[in-house]
């Protein structure tokens, strides 16, 4: 039987879609700061929060982020601090201050238990503030850049949490391996009692028919007994499932799907497995295989 080669090991192919990243870089126009979580998900979908002044980078930052992933839930955000020679000169608009003031008096006169307009609240008003235009260009720059080194980052993660998601899947299919094993040194002991105990009960039974047993009728029986409980089909299927998923682990491309789908044909072998047993050995073999199988399905979920 194939084994769980070192190639796969040595490849670190696999991809998590669970990890973060934070880049923070700085120049003379100012600083920005990149935070990007990324979780499970079916899909890729990108959250974006960005300030006003960057939105217009967003286009540019999905098309990047489309390049490196195809799944993930993501939350991306962005923070900036302009240099001192770009802050400007900040000026408030007395005139509307005032405006604002009078319109509140007046509307407090009309409603009577309105609330005054708390400072902040006016220094938010449009128009308020007056700034100098300042240039954003070589900070949208930079905030490109960080972002590229914010998402070879967070690709770097996702490298290393896959290759911790592909030891313990490793580890996990050498285990159902052993079981599967197992069960088929058992089959023939297990056969042959069961062989024992349905004679004994089909020869009780013909007794009852007829004053001497019809040895074809026991052995026809014992036949159809023998075919409803047969694993071997499925024995052999949980080992064609495992070395798929080994063969599926060593692609260099997003397999999380794939998996997902091959671990339920593994946990559907295994239920039959478990509902033809005859043996307490072999229903407690097909309990700890379910489990082991219940443990790679849980942690393919994060895979891409």
Known sequence: MAGF??????????????????????????????EIKSVNHRYLE???????????LEPELRARLGRQLSRGKLDIGLRYRLSSRLQGEIRLN??????LRDLEREVLNIVHDGQSLAVIDILRWPGVIDEDSRDFTPLRALALDAFDAALEQLMQN???????LLGMIASRLK?????????QQRRPQVLLAMRDKWTRQLEEKLEQWSSSADSGRLEQELLLLAQKIDVEEELDRLLAHVEEVEQVLQRDEPVGRRLDFLMQELNR????????????????????????IEQMREQVQNIE
């Open 158 to 164: 996702r490298r290393r949490e896959g290759e911790a």
């Open 175 to 183: 285990e159902v391996r052993a079981i599967v094993e197992a069960v």
């Open 94 to 99: 007395d005139d509307l201050v005032r405006t």
């Open 269 to 292: 072998e295994a239920n039959t497995l478990s509902s033809k047993s005859q043996d307490a050995e072999t229903t407690r073999l097909a309990v700890d295989l379910k489990v082991l």
């Open 46 to 56: 990108p959250g974006f929060r960005l300030p006003d002044e960057f939105r217009q």
């Open 5 to 34: 080669g070192p190639p796969l090991g040595a490849e670190k192919m696999l991809k998590s879609m669970t990890a973060f990243a934070r880049e923070q870089q700085s120049s003379e126009s100012g600083e920005v700061v990149w």
